[in-house]
């Protein structure tokens, strides 16, 4: 049974930074397409950052040049580094995962793996 673990959230001013973990279990991480998601209070899902199996990204333009994805696969874990952050980040970010390579690695509907979330506030 697949299972994904985020931390790392927390509550910080505009302009600082956080570093949340997904931690991947029940299968081997390197053979996973990984992305990250935030939601904020009556707002859709979207689509934050993407990582392929083989390290290919992919952002939305609102973090573009602000957060960067990677992965460790001998730690099972992906990473979402995020720096100069603002009050419009702030949300509950979710990392996903699939075995299918994801054609639009930031639509919802590839992943069929989810998280439970971690929350990020950021003030002004």
């Known amino acids: 049974q697949v299972q994904l673990v985020e931390s790392g959230g927390g509550s910080v001013q505009s302009g600082g930074s956080l570093r949340l973990s997904c931690a991947a279990s029940?299968?081997?991480?390197?053979?996973?397409?990984m992305g990250w998601f935030r939601q904020a209070p009556g707002k859709e899902r979207e689509g934050v950052a993407g990582i392929d199996n083989d390290g290919q990204t992919t952002y939305a333009d609102s973090v573009k040049g602000r957060f960067t994805a990677s992965r460790d696969n001998a730690k099972n874990t992906l990473y979402l580094q995020m720096n100069s952050l603002k009050p419009e980040d702030t949300a509950m970010y979710y990392c996903a995962a699939t075995l299918w390579r994801a054609h639009l690695p930031l639509r919802v509907t590839p992943y069929n793996y989810w998280g439970q979330g971690t929350q990020v506030t950021v003030s002004s």
């Open positions: 029940g299968i081997t991480a390197s053979r996973l397409h």
